[in-house]
């Protein structure tokens, strides 16, 4: 039985007593709440031998994706998705494990600049490999010609949700 089969038949009955519930929509949102639920739980069981999580994994990916491997707190909170509590609590942590540092911007002394050390740079490449087979696992089933299309779908999903 499909994990998401439950969640379809409380949609249904939903709909049975309001009618106008709009289930496709509410299927969507609730497919891409599962996805997320299930790709987070996989990458902090994949992490955990590392001694990271996966919202540390994403603020290490986002500096290290970035020249320089720097960004301001606010540049990385944007990029995360995170919420800026989350990035200062989410630094600290990095910050005593030595995988970042702070330092003030070259650009204006008054803010903050956050680098990845030399130490979290080798720890983003010794997990990479397990990062990357995490990644094709999670979408084996899929053709390529599917991940683009389902990319592109989602990103227009994205921009609708930013319009609101």
């Not at 969640?7 to 709009?22: D, N, S």
């Not at 639920?37 to 919202?55: C, E, F, S, T, W």
């Not at 942590?93 to 540092?101: P, T, Y």
């Amino acid at each position: 039985m499909s994990s998401f089969l439950p969640t379809e038949q409380r949609l249904a009955v939903t709909r049975q007593r309001y009618p106008a519930f709009p289930r496709d929509a509410a299927v969507l949102i609730r497919l891409i709440k599962h996805i997320f639920k299930r790709v987070h739980d996989d990458a902090n069981a994949m992490l955990r031998p590392y001694g990271i999580n996966h919202p540390e994994y994403n603020l290490l990916m986002m500096l290290y994706g970035t020249e320089g491997y720097t960004l301001h707190p606010t540049e990385l909170a944007d990029a995360a998705g995170e919420k800026s509590a989350n990035i200062t609590r989410l630094t600290n942590e990095l910050c005593d494990k030595g995988l970042i540092a702070r330092h003030a911007s070259d650009e204006d002394r008054r803010k903050v600049a956050l680098t990845l050390t030399k130490d979290g740079v080798a720890l983003i490449e010794s997990f990479l490999p397990d990062v990357c087979a995490l990644l094709v696992r999670q979408v084996g089933g899929m053709q390529p010609r599917e991940m683009v299309q389902l990319e592109r779908l989602l990103k227009r999903f994205l921009t609708q949700l930013e319009r609101d």
